[in-house]
């Protein structure tokens, strides 16, 4: 294991806290929190505006509650229904020759939606890009960055970073430590307030939240749940962002023009004789987006640390997201001489699509903090 931290995986303990939940004796029902972003609720699908679909190159899953609905929906609606569907094991809708959802009609307005409702569409395309993560009886969600209005929503947020929560029915969750979810909600705190202290460089900044992630991490190794803080990195060796970049163009594309756009804008940046400094001069609302960005990411994966016990991977998964988010955006600048919230919003939604929603990639990146000297924590920390 070449990473410079002494990781190993280990099983999560087989000492459970008991599980506990509420009990409403006005609704009859057990309940449990939903807690999410201020910004979630105003978050509502723009449809045929989108410029981008999420009807169009994805092949959309079918929860079998909706598909048993679909194969008893009577009249032309429903041929037309059951001819668009595989039905199988996820059944889902079958792209057709333009890799469009053949529902989806000549106005980007979805079938299912006006002819049967919006109470009649499937789980996915009724929920995305909200995304959740279930933990006993808290359920948190939030927006995926996959979508333009949801990144749009994102990255002009201004002010601190707050939730909402309200009760809902119940939900199971896969069991798992309290005493260190309970540890680890205490450290997201933490680092989302470090990432709005507006005293400190955004750079600096994600340096010390690196270098936070490493002590957590050794204390999960080692069974001690310290309360440690976050200090300034300063004393650090710069170190090249371009093997991480090239890692990146090994990647599985969605988009056939993802990886020659990335290769093309790390040439880019590679010749460019402006320093990214002059770039953040020139462009003040740009750490104002990469901070709901480092924000986005940490609120939406550091938690999943519970299950596994690998926080620092989700903080360098941040970090290194960051990094090369903040140098496309600085190619767009070189090349177009202006950067605007659609451009950001543009490049963080192919990103997100291209990373985020591919299994396989996600697995790569994560494989790769343990794998190559080039992703060790003291080489991320020296890219900012």
Same mark, same amino acid.
């Given at each position: 294991?070449?990473?410079?931290?002494?990781?190993?995986?280990?099983?999560?303990?087989?000492?459970?806290?008991?599980?506990?939940?509420?009990? #409403?004796?006005?609704?009859?029902?057990?309940?449990?929190?939903?807690? =999410?972003?201020?910004?979630?609720?105003?978050? %509502?699908?723009?449809?045929?505006?989108?410029?981008?679909?999420?009807?169009?190159?994805?092949?959309?899953?079918?929860?079998? +509650?909706?598909?048993?609905?679909? +194969?008893?929906? #009577?009249?032309?609606?429903?041929?037309?229904?059951?001819?668009?569907?595989?039905?199988? #094991?996820?059944?889902?809708?079958?792209?057709? &020759?333009?890799?469009?959802?053949?529902?989806?009609?000549?106005?980007?307005?979805?079938?299912?939606?006006?002819?049967?409702?919006?109470?009649?569409?499937?789980?996915?395309?009724?929920?995305?890009?909200?995304?959740?993560?279930?933990?006993?009886?808290?359920?948190?969600?939030?927006?995926?960055?996959?979508?333009?209005?949801?990144?749009?929503?994102?990255?002009?947020?201004?002010? /601190?970073? =707050?939730?909402?929560?309200?009760?809902?029915?119940?939900?199971?969750?896969?069991?798992?430590?309290?005493?260190?979810?309970?540890?680890?909600?205490?450290?997201?705190?933490?680092?989302?307030?470090?990432?709005?202290?507006?005293?400190?460089?955004?750079?600096?900044?994600?340096?010390?939240?690196?270098?936070?992630?490493?002590?957590?991490?050794?204390?999960?190794?080692? &069974?001690?749940?310290?309360?440690?803080?976050?200090?300034?990195?300063? &004393?650090?060796?710069?170190?090249?962002?371009?093997?991480?970049?090239?890692?990146?163009?090994?990647?599985? /594309?969605?988009?056939?023009?993802?990886?020659?756009?990335?290769? %093309?804008?790390?040439?880019?940046?590679?010749?460019?004789?402006? #320093?990214? %400094?002059?770039?953040?001069?020139?462009?003040?609302?740009?750490?104002?987006?990469?901070?709901?960005?480092?924000?986005?990411?940490?609120?939406?994966?550091?938690?999943?640390?519970?299950?596994?016990?690998?926080?620092?991977?989700?903080?360098?998964?941040?970090?290194?997201?960051?990094?090369?988010?903040?140098?496309?955006?600085?190619?767009?600048?070189?090349?177009?001489?202006?950067?605007?919230?659609? &451009?950001?919003?543009?490049?963080?939604?192919?990103?997100?699509?291209?990373?985020?929603?591919?299994?396989?990639?996600?697995?790569?990146?994560?494989?790769?903090?343990?794998?190559?000297?080039?992703?060790?924590?003291?080489?991320?920390?020296?890219?900012?």
């Amino acid at each position: 294991m070449t990473n410079s931290i002494n990781f190993k995986y280990v099983p999560i303990s087989q000492k459970w806290e008991k599980r506990t939940v509420p009990f #409403s004796q006005e609704e009859g029902y057990i309940i449990m929190k939903l807690r =999410t972003p201020t910004y979630f609720n105003e978050f %509502h699908c723009i449809a045929d505006k989108c410029k981008d679909c999420c009807c169009i190159g994805w092949e959309i899953d079918i929860d079998k +509650k909706s598909a048993d609905f679909y +194969k008893n929906v #009577s009249g032309e609606f429903g041929e037309k229904l059951r001819k668009s569907i595989d039905f199988g #094991s996820p059944s889902h809708f079958a792209l057709n &020759d333009k890799n469009r959802c053949p529902l989806l009609n000549n106005k980007n307005l979805c079938e299912v939606y006006i002819q049967l409702g919006e109470d009649k569409m499937c789980d996915i395309c009724t929920e995305h890009p909200r995304y959740y993560e279930w933990f006993n009886n808290l359920k948190e969600g939030g927006i995926g960055l996959c979508c333009e209005e949801a990144g749009r929503i994102i990255l002009s947020q201004k002010q /601190p970073f =707050t939730t909402i929560e309200k009760e809902i029915p119940f939900e199971d969750a896969d069991t798992y430590d309290m005493e260190l979810f309970n540890y680890l909600l205490n450290c997201r705190s933490k680092i989302i307030s470090h990432i709005e202290n507006t005293e400190k460089n955004f750079n600096l900044k994600i340096r010390n939240i690196l270098w936070y992630a490493y002590t957590i991490q050794l204390d999960i190794d080692n &069974d001690m749940l310290d309360d440690e803080e976050i200090f300034d990195i300063i &004393d650090y060796e710069k170190t090249d962002i371009t093997p991480i970049l090239n890692f990146y163009t090994t990647l599985d /594309p969605l988009n056939p023009d993802w990886i020659p756009y990335l290769k %093309h804008s790390i040439l880019i940046y590679n010749n460019s004789q402006n #320093s990214l %400094h002059d770039f953040e001069k020139q462009n003040p609302q740009l750490n104002n987006y990469l901070q709901n960005i480092a924000i986005y990411f940490i609120w939406r994966y550091f938690l999943k640390a519970t299950f596994d016990k690998d926080v620092l991977s989700k903080v360098e998964f941040m970090a290194i997201s960051i990094a090369l988010i903040k140098i496309l955006f600085f190619c767009q600048w070189l090349e177009s001489k202006t950067l605007t919230l659609e &451009d950001c919003t543009e490049i963080v939604k192919n990103f997100s699509k291209e990373i985020e929603y591919s299994e396989d990639n996600l697995q790569k990146i994560e494989d790769i903090f343990y794998d190559s000297t080039d992703f060790s924590i003291n080489n991320i920390i020296g890219i900012f």
